[in-house]
T-cell receptor, first 115, second 112 residues
Framework: EAGVVQSPRYKIIEKKQPVAFWCNPI?????LYWYLQNLGQGPELLIR????????DSQLPKDRFSAERLKGVDSTLKIQPAELGDSAVYLC?????????????FGPGTRLTVL | GNSVTQMEGPVTLSEEAFLTINCTYT??????LFWYVQYPGEGLQLLLK?????DKGSNKGFEATYRKETTSFHLEKGSVQVSDSAVYFC???????????FGQGTRLTINP
């Protein structure tokens, strides 16, 4: 079974430029998550989707971040414009909603460097 | 709310040494508990989990027991290998939300 796929793996941009990350979850997983991981820290949730619906985006900085999950499968996370402080690893995860707590499976992440 | 406190690192051991990485939690009820591992340059991989009190999760020689009396979920391995060098994260869900809260991570280095 293929895991969570993310692209690109690495991205270097200049500040004020836009950037987008793509995620393809595990087949059949209806829940998709985007996490932010700063250097030396654990991941923090940005947004969670149940199928096409964003059910928890309370930690997403909506002035510059946006996300979509069309057709309830792939998802894209966008930053526009990027700031120096956005340099981090952006992780996508997916799970199959079966009970009160699902096991989340993570992709390899996209490492963003903003210069 | 639910939270997790993890042993600070970094931890450096010799090959074949015994490993313990401490994790304690604060939670309402008895949520599932997880250990994730992150190898250099990679995303998080689920290492093991326990879904209820007194459960023992195990994988790749690692074990952790869900202990409600001490609110702990310590990670152990009897004989570590160089390939175990990675960052280890303890995690649990926030009550009422499908959202994991992670510890700060413990960086483990195993020397040959």
């Amino acid at each position: 079974e293929a895991g969570v796929v993310q692209s690109p793996r690495y991205k270097i941009i200049e500040k004020k430029q836009p950037v987008a990350f793509w995620c393809n979850p595990i087949s059949g997983h209806n829940t998709l998550y985007w996490y932010l991981q700063n250097l030396g820290q654990g991941p923090e949730l940005l947004i969670r989707y149940e199928n096409e619906e964003a059910v928890d985006d309370s930690q997403l900085p909506k002035d510059r971040f946006s996300a979509e999950r069309l057709k309830g499968v792939d998802s894209t996370l966008k930053i526009q414009p990027a700031e120096l402080g956005d340099s981090a690893v952006y992780l996508c995860a997916s799970s199959l909603r079966q009970g009160s707590t699902d096991t989340q499976y993570f992709g390899p992440g996209t490492r963003l460097t903003v210069l | 709310g639910n939270s997790v406190t993890q042993m600070e690192g970094p931890v450096t051991l010799s090959e074949e040494a015994f490993l313990t990485i401490n994790c304690t939690y604060t939670a309402t009820g008895y949520p599932s508990l997880f250990w994730y591992v992150q190898y250099p340059g990679e995303g998080l991989q689920l290492l093991l989990k326990a879904t209820k009190a007194d459960d023992k999760g195990s994988n790749k020689g690692f074990e952790a027991t869900y202990r409600k009396e001490t609110t702990s979920f310590h990670l152990e391995k009897g004989s570590v290998q160089v390939s175990d060098s990675a960052v280890y994260f303890c995690a649990l869900p926030i009550q009422g939300a499908q959202k994991l809260v992670f510890g700060q991570g413990t960086r483990l280095t195993i020397n040959p």
